[in-house]
């Protein structure tokens, strides 16, 4: 799955405290069965997504946003020496826009 995205717009102030997570996905883990295989590839992670925050007043500094990419999946190690495995590749970072006295 992706972040996602959150808009919140408000005439006045944005008040209150906690935090609002947009973040990606791990990768999957790559595992072997009873069957050796030659490769192990672990799944690529999905990218953060974007957080839109827009006030008539001022946003409150307690508020935190959370747009990371998530961890690229692992690999699973062979008993064969020809073998190759790689991690799965890390989601992107989202974006985080606050504005602070626009008209709404």
């Given at each position: 799955y992706t972040g996602g995205l959150f808009v919140l717009a408000a005439s006045g102030d944005i008040l209150g405290?906690?935090?609002?997570?947009?973040?990606g996905g791990n990768g999957g883990y790559a595992s072997f069965t009873s069957t050796e295989?030659?490769?192990s590839y672990g799944g690529g992670a999905s990218g953060g997504g974007r957080i839109i925050?827009?006030?008539?007043?001022?946003i409150s500094s307690s508020i935190?946003?959370?747009?990371?990419g998530g961890s690229g999946?692992?690999?699973?190690g062979s008993k064969n020496l020809n073998s190759s495995a790689y991690n799965?590749?890390?989601g992107q970072h989202g974006t985080i826009t606050k504005v602070e006295g626009v008209a709404v």
């Amino acid at each position: 799955y992706t972040g996602g995205l959150f808009v919140l717009a408000a005439s006045g102030d944005i008040l209150g405290s906690g935090s609002i997570d947009c973040s990606g996905g791990n990768g999957g883990y790559a595992s072997f069965t009873s069957t050796e295989v030659l490769y192990s590839y672990g799944g690529g992670a999905s990218g953060g997504g974007r957080i839109i925050l827009l006030a008539g007043g001022t946003i409150s500094s307690s508020i935190s946003c959370n747009v990371n990419g998530g961890s690229g999946g692992g690999r699973a190690g062979s008993k064969n020496l020809n073998s190759s495995a790689y991690n799965g590749g890390r989601g992107q970072h989202g974006t985080i826009t606050k504005v602070e006295g626009v008209a709404v």
